[in-house]
């Protein structure tokens, strides 16, 4: 693989540089298609010489306005495109397909990979930008490859404070913390006080009061896949979780879980 351009130095900082070029090789999807990076729409978007937008699978950089009236930057949002424009722009790339291929809008939905010498997947772009601290993982239950390699790689880039890590607007969350941000995706970390199973439904209730605390829930369908995985959702019950997702307000402050990973066992 070429060596990056001199902009990347700049952008993803030496430290990530040097994982990125030498650190261990990620296990690589086959790759379905092959194409050339034309345009950076934001930090986890390009558009491809054939034509269509690749929406980055797994990760969600910060956000740029994109002709949203009334939507503010998030913080980073212009550090993130860069950071994927210096990896990606005018590139040779792989698409690799681990679950849905395509969102309603028509954007491909793929793991990006950087062409080795060979013509095979190279460079993950999805694991870069995570260990630059450039993305956070966003993972859905149809699109479920690669997570336990790219939560790694997220955690790496927190535990180290880059990138958007160091900035309070991404910060997770405890449980007493997410009054606010209904409506936002968050990361929550804190003790389920009690798991509870009622109507086939699970609780992961985070304070004494359920009708107003923060509380994870589980549908009955997603109960099943849970179980089927060899995970009871129950034994959450006194552990200390870090679960992520979109913040809805019922009954007080809750995410609606949606397939295991969003759900990580944080060890003593």
Sequence with gaps: MSPLPASALRTLGLAVLAWVLCGPVHAALDLAERAQVVEVVDGDTVLLDDGRHVRLVGI???????????????PLAEEAKAALSALTLGRDVGLGYGGRRNDRHGRALAHLYLLDEAGGAGLWVQGALLEAGMARVYSFADNRALIGEMLASERRARTLSRGIWADPFYAVRTPDGVDGHDGGFQIVEGIVLKAALVKGRVYLNFGADWKSDFTVTLAPAVRRVFEAEGIDPLVYDGKRVRVRGWIESYNGPMIEASHPEQIEVIED
């Design 60 to 74: 969600q950089s910060p956000k740029l306005p994109l002709g949203r009236p009334g939507f503010e930057a998030w």
